[in-house]
């Protein structure tokens, strides 16, 4: 069973950066395709980025492009999120999940394994 556990999250002014970091535990995360979703109050889970198991292939949501970077090391099993330029709309709660698929995917339905979630605040 895939564990997931997010860090990274806190609190930076608008214009800062931070990078989050996602562990996995319990089974290799090399052959699942990955990605960061973020949630605030009230809302669906939104996708911020996702990669294939690989990592050749990347995908962005339109409001994150050119300022997030998704990265993956699967000798350490661990997704990362370089976040920089960030503005107070990014504030929510990131999470990271692993799809049952090696190849990319952002169908929120394919991902089966998720972690708990790092905070994330942008003041202005």
């Known amino acids: 069973q895939l564990q997931l556990v997010e860090s990274g999250g806190g609190l930076v002014q608008s214009g800062g950066s931070l990078r989050l970091s996602c562990e996995a535990s319990g089974d290799t995360l090399e052959y699942h395709s990955v990605g960061w979703f973020r949630q605030t109050p009230g809302k669906e889970h939104e996708g911020v980025s996702c990669i294939s198991a690989s990592g050749g292939n990347t995908n962005y949501a339109d409001s994150v492009k050119g300022r997030f970077t998704i990265s993956r090391d699967n000798a350490k099993s661990t997704l990362y999120l370089q976040m920089n330029i960030l503005k107070p709309e990014d504030t929510a709660v990131y999470y990271c999940?692993?799809?049952?698929?090696?190849?990319?995917?952002?169908?929120?339905?394919?991902?089966?394994?998720w972690g708990q979630g790092t905070r994330v605040t942008v003041s202005s």
């Open positions: 999940a692993a799809s049952h698929r090696g190849i990319l995917t952002t169908r929120l339905d394919d991902f089966r394994s």
